[in-house]
């Protein structure tokens, strides 16, 4: 059945139950409706009974009262309206309010003549309360002057004590009170000035304050008031008030007593009882000040105090409420349920058949429309696979049918729910693991052959045949970690030009912990401390200090790296999360991450491993081994209780902690560049939602991954040493895998072993290396483009670069796009004048000289940081020359086909 059938099925019961309950005994003194609400004016109804609320808070208890025993037990709807006690008489006259039960007679003399004595508002008897406005004070003052009540009798010398105990001061309230007190002060010569406050809590504020202190105090007050119930006052003795008096036009007087009117419009129903209700109504002093003091001295609203009282005098109000003939009533209660059980059952019957009538047309319709939509969109998608380039559907099938679908989705006016499915599509094809490397995709001809072997071994990773014994592991102490830092070696750490290599240099000669002192800057920055929960900050410090030393002394993967990649993740976190807005966990785990990225590595990659068969590669089954290592190595350290800084977490915050540590150190393996790319332009490329957390995560692995990247990024004379470095043990591995004689001082022991007799990687033969074509083809290939495969490009005429994919979504990141496109620029003039790897059609051959030049330009590994830094050079923009600029890399199938190259194996792992 459909649900709005529903819907009328629940709304009949319940009208049912309403029905059946809606009377109530009156003597069920458990049943209170107590919430009675103040509506707009003008919002009720004719049947209502509208009682004026003069906003005063007696005025507001006493209509609460009243409307509870009517609305509760008397089945009369009452509204409460808000109406200045000036502005009521002619609506009552009128008929549009229907009740006043609290006036003061004494301030409507004029009212009461034009309203009440002309018969167009009724006088419908007292409230049985006595207003009386005078001057009070507290009655401890009696016990230094027990004539001070009697002000009209005092003599002189008696005046002046007394007026000099109270400060010859009257306290009054605001100045828009209507008092006299100015008049009867000056009247009868007294010595006292009447000094206003600025509201009535200010004046009640004073005579607590004077109370406090046992200090006489003056003041004008009416009762009753809820002070009354707090504090014993005496009210003082002022010139008898006469009706003379107050018919002059300066009154000397005292203030008459109040008896409190009700009245109620001529036009107020009586058939429910509600106008011989209000005649009977009656409260007195003790009650309006007991209620009052509910108010200012319990914390009860008006309504609570009003329920209070209502709930504790049942014997008082029920004399109010006149008795009525039920008869009617008894009928309805009978008659009601029977009606209401039949018209439901009609109700049903009826909801059935025509529910199930309509949904058996709805459906056929929907089914027919469907069929049409289907048979459209088939012939749709079958004339754009036939009009489709072949090879980006075999290149890269989840890109290419993804720029398919979105084509398709602009080519025609799609309904809101075909849009929805078919961006659902697409999100699902975004989001699977579809971006695997296709070995047998085209590589771009225009690349020359030594570069692509290069990055085919960084990237693919493939596996060679000839064993060797596996290496070791290093094992770390449980040591301690001073924290007394010097913070002045962090001068520019929040700059995008920071080196790490001066830091670590200077932090070594001092003595200082690097990873100590940065870590602790870096976390601080981003209040992670503060941020995380159950983060024991000094295991923490004390881990950091532990992790430098397990960082080997490689020529490129040591501590100066890893305080290099965690600069640039403080960096990048900096950049980003205005965009992301990170969680303080996720903060703290991408900073964690960097640090612990490439804990002790051996200066080797993973290729190196998986072909000499080493006990890392059968530990992890060839899959990023070094990655999973450098992550089982921290986590293994966390396993001590003197660095597990996450004993205090809980397991929710520990397993997201652990997955998403795992997840952003795995991604840092070459092998899955491709694949985190692509994901990363086709999560971009829909729109990125940071709120959501899985989309946060591709974010925090890609800061890592560029971060891990960032030495070609730096600025030129850092590029350039890096570069070196780099080199350097590549030179080592080469060394290894060719089972030469060559042995160095530089290297760790740990590099100095037997050699394995491997096929030399690309870029690592000391007789052929070029260190500038390395480069370019690093930062060109990989850092900026990662598109040597047509497959990764599709189905975009151009690739769009990992750190200007970034930049799209970051725009931070135009500062180390700069620095990349500069640096190109200077590689290519030591490569040889060009600034781009990609020779022009027809052109010959690069000499062999060339590249022995090359080999013989790099220096010395033991040489220092200063001496690897080129001649200076001008820092300009990088701008494509003519040349680059009108390079083809157009070429026919028979030529993708026969060009195919063997990959290498290198990561820069």
């Given at each position: 059945?459909?649900?709005?059938?529903?819907?009328?099925?629940?709304?009949?019961?319940?009208?049912?139950?309403?029905?059946?309950?809606?009377?109530?005994?009156?003597?069920?003194?458990?049943?209170?409706?107590?919430?009675?609400?103040?509506?707009?004016?003008?919002?009720?109804?004719?049947?209502?009974?509208?009682?004026?609320?003069?906003?005063?808070?007696?005025?507001?208890?006493?209509?609460?009262?009243?409307?509870?025993?009517?609305?509760?037990?008397?089945?009369?709807?009452?509204y409460v309206a808000l109406v200045d006690e000036y502005s009521m008489w002619p609506e009552l006259a009128?008929?549009?309010?229907?009740?006043?039960?609290?006036?003061?007679?004494?301030?409507?003399?004029?009212?009461?003549?034009?309203?009440?004595?002309?018969?167009?508002?009724?006088?419908?008897?007292?409230?049985?309360?006595?207003?009386?406005?005078?001057?009070?004070?507290?009655?401890?003052?009696?016990?230094?002057?027990?004539?001070?009540?009697?002000?009209?009798?005092?003599?002189?010398?008696?005046?002046?004590?007394?007026?000099?105990?109270?400060?010859?001061?009257?306290?009054?309230?605001?100045?828009?009170?209507?008092?006299?007190?100015?008049?009867?002060?000056?009247?009868?010569?007294?010595?006292?000035?009447?000094?206003?406050?600025?509201?009535?809590?200010?004046?009640?504020?004073?005579?607590?304050n004077a109370i406090a202190q046992r200090r006489p105090i003056l003041f004008y007050l009416w009762t009753p008031h809820q002070i009354f119930s707090k504090y014993s006052l005496v009210r003082a003795s002022l010139p008898s008030y006469t009706d003379a008096c107050y018919n002059q036009s300066v009154i000397c007087c005292d203030y008459p007593p109040d008896n409190l009117l009700k009245v109620a419009s001529p036009h107020t129903r009586d058939d429910n009882g509600a106008f011989r209700f209000m005649q009977l109504f009656n409260l007195d002093n003790n009650a309006q000040i007991d209620m009052l003091s509910d108010v200012a001295y319990h914390g009860k609203s008006i309504n609570e105090s009003a329920c209070s009282w209502v709930q504790q005098n049942t014997a008082v109000w029920q004399l109010w409420v006149v008795e009525r003939d039920n008869t009617k009533e008894v009928k309805l209660q009978v008659v009601l349920p029977v009606v209401l059980c039949c018209t439901f059952a009609l109700v049903v019957l009826a909801a059935v058949v025509l529910g199930f009538a309509t949904h058996q047309i709805r459906q056929r319709r929907r089914m027919h429309k469907i069929n049409v939509e289907l048979e459209l969109q088939n012939k749709q998608l079958r004339s754009a696979l036939m009009g489709s380039d072949t090879t980006d559907l075999l290149n890269a099938p989840a890109e290419s049918i993804i720029h398919m679908l979105q084509t398709f989705l602009q080519d025609r006016t799609w309904t809101e729910k075909e849009r929805a499915r078919l961006e659902f599509a697409i999100g699902m094809i975004a989001s699977r693991k579809l971006y695997a490397f296709n070995e047998a995709a085209d590589v771009a001809d225009n690349i020359e052959s030594d570069v692509k072997a290069y990055l085919f071994d960084q990237i693919l990773q493939k596996k060679p045949d000839v064993p060797t014994a596996p290496g070791d592991v290093v094992s770390v102490s449980d040591s301690e970690v001073p924290l007394d830092l010097d913070m002045s070696l962090l001068n520019n750490v929040d700059e995008w030009d920071f080196s790490s290599v001066d830091f670590v240099m200077k932090c070594d000669e001092g003595g200082t912990n690097p990873f100590?002192?940065?870590?602790?800057?870096?976390?601080?920055?981003?209040?992670?401390?503060?941020?995380?929960?159950?983060?024991?900050?000094?295991?923490?410090?004390?881990?950091?200090?532990?992790?430098?030393?397990?960082?080997?002394?490689?020529?490129?993967?040591?501590?100066?790296?890893?305080?290099?990649?965690?600069?640039?993740?403080?960096?990048?976190?900096?950049?980003?999360?205005?965009?992301?807005?990170?969680?303080?966990?996720?903060?703290?785990?991408?900073?964690?991450?960097?640090?612990?990225?490439?804990?002790?590595?051996?200066?080797?990659?993973?290729?190196?491993?998986?072909?000499?068969?080493?006990?890392?590669?059968?530990?992890?089954?060839?899959?990023?081994?070094?990655?999973?290592?450098?992550?089982?190595t921290a986590f293994r350290l966390l396993t001590q209780a003197s660095f597990n800084f996450t004993a205090q977490f809980s397991l929710q915050r520990w397993k997201e902690f652990r997955s998403m540590m795992i997840s952003c150190i795995l991604a840092t393996d070459m092998a899955k560049h491709v694949e985190l790319f692509s994901e990363w332009k086709a999560i971009t490329t829909s729109g990125a939602n940071f709120a959501d957390a899985p989309t946060r995560l591709k974010a925090m692995m890609l800061i890592l991954k560029c971060g891990d990247l960032a030495n070609v990024a730096r600025p030129w004379e850092q590029c350039y040493a890096w570069a070196h470095r780099v080199q350097n043990e590549f030179f080592f591995q080469g060394d290894k895998e060719a089972g030469g004689a060559f042995r160095s001082t530089f290297p760790p022991a740990h590099l100095q072993m037997e050699t394995a007799g491997l096929d030399v990687s690309p870029f690592m033969s000391r007789t052929n290396a070029n260190i500038a074509k390395m480069q370019l083809a690093f930062a060109e290939f990989v850092t900026l483009v990662c598109a040597l495969y047509s497959g990764a490009c599709a189905p975009s005429p151009r690739p769009k670069p990992l750190f200007e994919s970034m930049q799209k979504v970051f725009p931070g990141f135009a500062v180390p796009v700069a620095r990349i496109h500069e640096n190109i620029e200077m590689w290519g003039k030591q490569a040889g004048g060009g600034v781009s790897l990609r020779r022009p059609a027809l052109q010959a051959p690069a000499s062999p000289a060339t590249d022995a030049a090359s080999a013989a330009a790099v220096p010395d590994p033991s040489a220092s940081t200063a001496k690897l830094k080129p001649s200076s050079a001008a820092r300009t923009p990088s701008r494509k020359s003519p040349a680059r600029q009108s390079q083809s890399r157009a070429k026919s199938p028979a030529t993708r086909s026969s060009r195919r190259s063997t990959r290498g194996t290198p990561t820069k792992k």
């Open positions: 059945m459909p649900s709005r059938w529903w819907c009328v099925l629940v709304a009949a019961v319940a009208t049912a139950v309403a029905a059946a309950s809606r009377t109530r005994d009156m003597n069920d003194s458990t049943y209170y409706e107590c919430d009675v609400g103040v509506v707009p004016t003008r919002e009720w109804t004719d049947e209502a009974v509208v009682l004026v609320d003069n906003s005063w808070m007696s005025s507001s208890l006493t209509i609460a009262v009243a409307a509870i025993i009517m609305n509760a037990y008397m089945g009369v709807t009452v009128k008929g549009e309010l229907s009740a006043c039960l609290e006036v003061w007679p004494s301030g409507h003399g004029s009212d009461i003549s034009e309203y009440v004595d002309a018969g167009s508002v009724l006088n419908v008897g007292p409230l049985g309360v006595t207003g009386r406005i005078g001057w009070y004070f507290p009655d401890y003052v009696l016990d230094d002057y027990p004539y001070a009540s009697n002000f009209d009798t005092m003599d002189v010398a008696h005046q002046q004590l007394v007026f000099s105990a109270f400060s010859n001061t009257v306290y009054d309230g605001p100045s828009t009170w209507v008092t006299h007190d100015k008049d009867i002060c000056a009247c009868n010569n007294w010595n006292l000035n009447v000094v206003f406050t600025e509201s009535e809590e200010e004046l009640l504020e004073l005579v607590d100590s002192l940065i870590g602790t800057y870096c976390m601080k920055h981003h209040s992670v401390f503060d941020s995380v929960p159950g983060l024991d900050v000094p295991k923490l410090r004390r881990f950091m200090g532990t992790a430098v030393k397990m960082y080997n002394d490689n020529p490129y993967h040591n501590k100066m790296h890893a305080c290099d990649v965690f600069q640039a993740v403080h960096w990048m976190i900096s950049v980003c999360d205005s965009v992301v807005q990170f969680q303080p966990m996720e903060k703290f785990t991408l900073l964690f991450a960097a640090i612990c990225h490439d804990l002790q590595h051996p200066g080797l990659n993973n290729n190196y491993l998986i072909a000499t068969r080493d006990e890392l590669a059968i530990n992890y089954n060839d899959l990023s081994c070094l990655e999973n290592f450098h992550v089982s």
